[in-house]
């Protein structure tokens, strides 16, 4: 299946699921943000890849805005070169407005993800060489409060059909891309890697999370991620 085929099909089976309290509001940028994310693809996903680096799913400053995987608004524009008009979720939690590449706010995680690749590689025509960055889940889930409560924290009922659709789309995504290598972006998208790709020939890794909310990340997580990667020897 191409990227696009995949996307049409993930947005069909996530359409079908409901969540309950205490998610009170759900976004799917895959939908409201698509123009941009059909571009991110178009421009960068080109097949081959060595490695793809999974994230877990949109951050609200991030790729609830942009479209993009860790979408930090002035990377995507500045680095990646993507402006492309956003439209706004059917119900938009009123602590948590969906105001595209004109958001002011910065998602740190996404900061310092493509602040990384940029440092490390100079351009996007370098990293995306070898790299590709998606995210496992496309949905942000928020509480009543704007609270985020991430895939892992849904019940046992909501989150197992949820998983099942995601990891349908990770692995035709995998079967696309061809890569050598899939590095969750912290635990839980290694150990979705681990189970929804067990098929396919490829490793499975992981590397620190950049998230403020991680003590670790918060000291030189540029430089425990370059010593993780060349541990796995992907870079030199």
């Given at each position: 299946?191409?990227?696009?085929?995949?996307?049409?099909?993930?947005?069909?089976?996530?359409?079908?699921?409901?969540?309950?309290?205490?998610?009170?509001?759900?976004?799917?940028?895959?939908?409201?943000?698509?123009?941009?994310?059909?571009?991110?693809?178009?421009?960068?996903?080109?097949?081959?890849?060595?490695?793809?680096?999974?994230?877990?799913?949109?951050?609200?400053?991030?790729?609830?805005?942009?479209?993009?995987?860790?979408?930090?608004v002035?990377?995507?524009?500045?680095?990646?070169?993507?402006?492309?008009?956003?439209?706004?979720?059917?119900?938009?939690?009123?602590?948590?407005?969906?105001?595209?590449?004109?958001?002011?706010?910065?998602?740190?995680?996404?900061?310092?993800?493509?602040?990384?690749?940029?440092?490390?590689?100079?351009?996007?025509?370098?990293?995306?060489?070898?790299?590709?960055?998606?995210?496992?889940?496309?949905?942000?889930?928020?509480?009543?409060?704007g609270?985020n409560?991430?895939?892992?924290?849904?019940?046992?009922a909501?989150?197992?059909?949820?998983?099942?659709?995601?990891?349908?789309?990770?692995?035709?995504?995998?079967?696309?891309?061809?890569?050598?290598?899939?590095?969750?972006?912290?635990?839980?998208?290694?150990?979705?890697?681990?189970?929804?790709?067990?098929?396919?020939?490829?490793?499975?890794?992981?590397?620190?999370?950049?998230?403020?909310?991680?003590?670790q990340?918060?000291?030189?997580?540029?430089?425990?991620?370059?010593?993780?990667?060349?541990?796995?020897?992907?870079?030199?």
């Open positions: 299946m191409n990227p696009q085929a995949i996307t049409d099909q993930l947005v069909t089976d996530l359409q079908r699921l409901r969540f309950g309290r205490p998610v009170t509001h759900v976004y799917n940028p895959l939908v409201y943000a698509r123009r941009s994310y059909d571009e991110y693809w178009r421009r960068y996903g080109g097949p081959p890849k060595e490695v793809v680096l999974l994230g877990m799913n949109p951050g609200p400053w991030g790729m609830a805005q942009t479209g993009i995987p860790f979408g930090e002035a990377a995507v524009k500045t680095w990646l070169g993507i402006e492309k008009e956003v439209d706004h979720p059917p119900c938009e939690h009123p602590k948590r407005p969906v105001t595209g590449f004109a958001c002011t706010r910065s998602e740190v995680s996404g900061r310092r993800l493509w602040g990384w690749a940029a440092r490390t590689f100079g351009t996007p025509k370098e990293f995306f060489r070898r790299f590709f960055v998606v995210n496992y889940c496309p949905l942000l889930f928020m509480e009543a409060s609270r409560r991430t895939p892992d924290f849904l019940p046992v909501e989150r197992r059909p949820l998983l099942a659709a995601c990891d349908r789309a990770l692995a035709r995504s995998m079967e696309h891309l061809g890569p050598r290598w899939v590095i969750g972006v912290g635990k839980f998208a290694e150990e979705r890697a681990r189970e929804a790709l067990a098929g396919l020939d490829l490793r499975v890794g992981c590397i620190l999370h950049p998230s403020p909310a991680s003590p990340a918060n000291q030189d997580w540029e430089g425990r991620v370059n010593a993780q990667l060349r541990d796995l020897g992907i870079l030199s």
